[in-house]
């Protein structure tokens, strides 16, 4: 019942940017905590950035301060990663997810297990 579609994803050069989007379906959006996880070729899965929809709060990775941006329009179930200066350890599979623990949980926003559904992921390869 619920569905997340990630999308934007593509083969950019070093210092090029992506805009990822994951549009969201089948649960009350506003309601959810939504998270942004890298995973790099031969890696687990890590947390990039995330958002609590009805505050709109952040979260980033020390990786990714000052160059990524998340967001979410509400009107459109929809969240996006701006991903800026780009670099080749930015490659490989971005997921969006989303939780309802997260919020009831401090310092849980960039753990997987907290996560309950997840998107299919967009790959995204940055060449130096």
């Known amino acids: 019942d619920v569905q997340l579609q990630a999308s934007g994803g593509g083969s950019v050069q070093a210092g090029e940017s992506l805009k990822l989007s994951c549009a969201a379906s089948?649960?009350?959006?506003?309601?959810?905590?939504m998270g942004w996880f890298h995973q790099a070729p031969g890696r687990e899965r890590e947390g990039v950035s995330s958002?609590?929809?009805?505050?709109?709060?952040?979260y980033y990775v020390d990786s990714v301060k000052g160059r990524f941006t998340i967001s979410s329009d509400n009107a459109k179930n929809t969240t996006y990663l701006q991903m800026n200066s780009l670099i080749p350890a930015d490659t490989g599979l971005y997921y969006c997810?989303?939780?309802?623990?997260?919020?009831?949980?401090?310092?849980?926003?960039?753990?997987?297990?907290?996560?309950?559904?997840w998107g299919r992921g967009t790959l995204v390869t940055v060449s130096s």
């Open positions: 997810a989303t939780s309802r623990r997260v919020q009831y949980y401090p310092n849980t926003h960039f753990r997987p297990e907290y996560y309950d559904v």
């Open positions: 089948g649960f009350n959006f506003e309601n959810y905590f």
């Open positions: 958002i609590n929809n009805k505050s709109g709060r952040t």
